[in-house]
DNA sequence: CTTCTAACA
DNA sequence: TGTTAGTA
């Protein structure tokens, strides 16, 4: 997979992120302190996102308003890894490292209910053992 | 002008 | 979350 580097390279200010997600730089800014993304940073400081960041902003968002908060969000999407994920890494190849199976798959499950709409006869999960991660 | 951190009428 | 202050 080489695209992955691509994917994975800083490209964008917070500023073309906002226009790109519809988020405001107040949420993406807040979603980074709880490490659902780790976009790098210039020498400056400024922050510059990924395509992956984006598209996992956009991931964000769509839990979001489906009432999911931070902590539901945690579990869904896969854990960001700092050295595949960070830009100022990308020459050090690094290899995602593979989680338990059957976690794994159940996050896959999860993630698909969540994002993708519900569709018949898969409410249970949400309802019952998920109902935490949601919003009162 | 854009972004950053910290803080709260 | 919004928003503002004071920087870089």
Request: glycine share 6%; hydrophobic share 35%.
């Amino acid at each position: 997979m080489g695209d992955e580097i691509r994917r994975n390279m800083a490209l964008f200010p917070i500023g073309i992120v906002m226009k790109l997600t519809d988020l405001t730089a107040r949420q993406i800014r807040y979603y980074e302190q709880h490490e659902l993304i780790m976009p790098a940073r210039t020498s400056g400081n400024q922050r510059l996102f990924s395509f992956n960041d984006v598209e996992r902003l956009l991931e964000i968002k769509s839990l979001i308003e489906k009432g999911v908060n931070i902590a539901g969000i945690k579990q869904v999407l896969s854990p960001v890894n700092k050295e595949s994920d960070d830009a100022t890494v990308l020459n050090e190849h690094t290899e995602v490292k593979r989680r338990e199976l059957t976690d794994k798959q159940l996050h896959k499950m999860l993630k698909q209910q969540l994002l993708g709409g519900n569709r018949r006869g898969q409410v249970s999960l949400i309802q019952g053992e998920l109902s935490r991660f949601f919003n009162p």
